[in-house]
């Protein structure tokens, strides 16, 4: 077993996050124990969604258009621009409802530790984005973690121009706190009493 599908099987399903070797080990015996109902349909949506879906290249969002479905909605306000981290922090968003408006999504945050640059990250197509006189605002909608904070600093940094606002959440987001984690109450609080970055 040590080199079979079954082992291969088990160490793919342990290196997704949350998952250790047992969980691994159960879900694998789970699927093979359901191999048509489900092993096998997974598979093939595993599959479909690896041909599929794509990155937006205007804000990073996945979807299987291009640009992706939010881009495309013209009844979103078109002069805002909502910076997150990660897809699940868009989503996460999105889920309150209380935002309309426009997203960035970086890729990740800065973090020297693990030589996360500003190159390994969306950032330049932001700065390109709110050149647009039509951008009034950006918020900086990341975590209040160190790099989450540091990440924003420099963006904010890079996208400074004359009458762009620049705002981030307002920090009832707890510190260290992930938007992905957080209810839809304290992501939606946030939002709507955002104030301008210093």
Known sequence: ?????????IKALSSLP????????????????????????????LERAAAEIKACYICGNLDVLEPCSLCQDGQRAQNQICVVAQIGD?????????????????????????????????????VLRTRSPDIQEVILALSATVDGQSTAHYVADRIMRTGLEITHLAHGVPVGGELDYLDDG????????????E
Do not use: C, F
């Open 18 to 45: 949350g998952l250790g070797n047992r969980s691994a080990r159960r879900i694998a015996l789970h699927m093979l124990g359901r191999r048509e109902s489900l092993m096998l349909p997974l598979a093939r949506l």
């Open 186 to 197: 304290t992501i939606t609080t946030a939002l709507r009493s955002r104030k301008a970055s």
């Open 90 to 126: 868009l989503w996460a968003i999105e889920r309150t409802g209380a935002y309309k408006g426009l997203y960035h999504v970086l890729g990740g945050l800065l973090s020297a530790l693990d030589g996360i640059g500003p190159e390994q990250l969306g950032i330049e197509g932001l």
């Open 1 to 9: 077993m040590q080199d079979g599908p079954l082992h291969h099987l």
